[in-house]
């Protein structure tokens, strides 16, 4: 079954309206491969604003999104609010939501558990620290956080999954498309045996780090990586060719 490819954009805590107005000129220009499909995580604040504005055929995700309907939980963001203004994404357990914020595996999969039930659709990120890949733990650290979001997942057609290893993010150190491809391979074939078949032949596994529009293409031939999450790249006009990186 053919994976169909994936390009998100997490812009993280960026920008202004200033700013995101030109991320929306360029990503309105595209051309954009229209076997690709994108989505754009932006800052809570902006999603109405966003989503009012993007085509409609690039998705809206929030970055973050709390485990309870409403209620007294200052500072956080409901899938109900998300879906109330026309967006249907969320990013789930971000490397910087889980080191930065000190997330748990429990939480992130509570957090998926919660956001499917609420009808939304979820990218949750996994990914090693760089002493973790050194101690030779990338396997073990990434299936305990893949196995913490299946026990969580009540329908794998809404799940995107992400791999980001952390000591790739925001550092210009890709990881090189083997690297990438060997850990890709590995987490679907923990699919295959932990959930079944099917899940693993179907699941969008993307790759983030450091992804630009010079490397994006090597990364996308790999037969496992079914797309990427883009942090910095995603703010500037060459999201539009990593977006057309199969083309
Ligand atoms: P960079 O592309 O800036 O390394 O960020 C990757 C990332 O964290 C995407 O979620």
Same mark, same amino acid.
């Given at each position: 079954?053919?994976?169909?490819?994936?390009?998100?954009?997490?812009?993280?805590?960026?920008?202004?309206?200033?700013?995101?107005?030109?991320?929306?000129?360029?990503?309105?220009?595209?051309?954009?491969?229209?076997?690709?499909?994108?989505?754009?995580?932006?800052?809570?604040?902006?999603?109405?604003?966003?989503?009012?504005?993007?085509?409609?055929?690039?998705?809206?995700?929030?970055?973050?999104?709390?485990?309870?309907?409403?209620?007294?939980?200052?500072?956080?963001?409901?899938?109900?609010?998300?879906?109330?203004?026309?967006?249907?994404?969320?990013?789930?357990?971000?490397?910087? #939501?889980?080191?930065?914020?000190?997330?748990?595996?429990?939480?992130?999969?509570?957090?998926?558990?919660?956001?499917?039930?609420?009808?939304?659709?979820?990218?949750?990120?996994?990914?090693?620290?760089?002493?973790?890949?050194?101690?030779?733990?990338?396997?073990?650290?990434?299936?305990?956080?893949?196995?913490?979001?299946?026990?969580?997942?009540?329908?794998?057609? #809404?799940?995107?999954?992400?791999?980001?290893?952390?000591?790739?993010?925001?550092?210009?150190?890709?990881?090189?498309?083997?690297?990438?491809?060997?850990?890709?391979?590995?987490? #679907?074939?923990?699919?295959?045996?932990?959930?079944?078949?099917?899940?693993?032949?179907?699941?969008?596994?993307?790759?983030?780090?450091?992804?630009?529009?010079?490397?994006? #293409?090597?990364?996308?031939?790999?037969?496992?990586?079914?797309?990427?999450?883009?942090?910095?790249?995603?703010?500037?006009?060459?999201?539009?060719?990593?977006?057309?990186?199969?083309?």
């Amino acid at each position: 079954m053919a994976r169909k490819f994936f390009v998100g954009g997490n812009w993280k805590m960026n920008g202004n309206k200033e700013s995101i107005d030109k991320i929306i000129e360029f990503l309105t220009a595209g051309p954009l491969d229209p076997n690709c499909e994108v989505v754009v995580g932006c800052p809570a604040i902006y999603m109405d604003y966003v989503r009012s504005k993007l085509p409609a055929a690039i998705g809206v995700a929030a970055q973050n999104c709390y485990k309870a309907e409403k209620g007294a939980f200052t500072g956080e963001t409901s899938a109900a609010m998300i879906k109330d203004v026309g967006c249907e994404w969320a990013i789930l357990g971000h490397s910087e #939501r889980r080191n930065v914020f000190g997330e748990s595996d429990q939480l992130i999969g509570e957090k998926v558990a919660f956001a499917l039930q609420s009808g939304l659709k979820v990218i949750p990120c996994i990914g090693e620290l760089l002493e973790e890949r050194e101690a030779g733990k990338t396997t073990e650290v990434c299936f305990r956080q893949l196995k913490a979001i299946a026990d969580n997942v009540s329908d794998w057609t #809404r799940v995107v999954i992400a791999y980001e290893p952390v000591w790739a993010i925001g550092t210009g150190k890709t990881a090189t498309p083997e690297q990438a491809q060997e850990v890709h391979s590995q987490l #679907r074939t923990w699919l295959a045996e932990n959930v079944n078949a099917q899940v693993a032949e179907s699941t969008r596994i993307l790759y983030g780090g450091s992804v630009t529009a010079a490397n994006c #293409r090597e990364l996308a031939a790999c037969p496992d990586i079914d797309g990427s999450l883009v942090g910095g790249a995603s703010l500037k006009p060459e999201f539009v060719q990593i977006i057309n990186a199969t083309q």
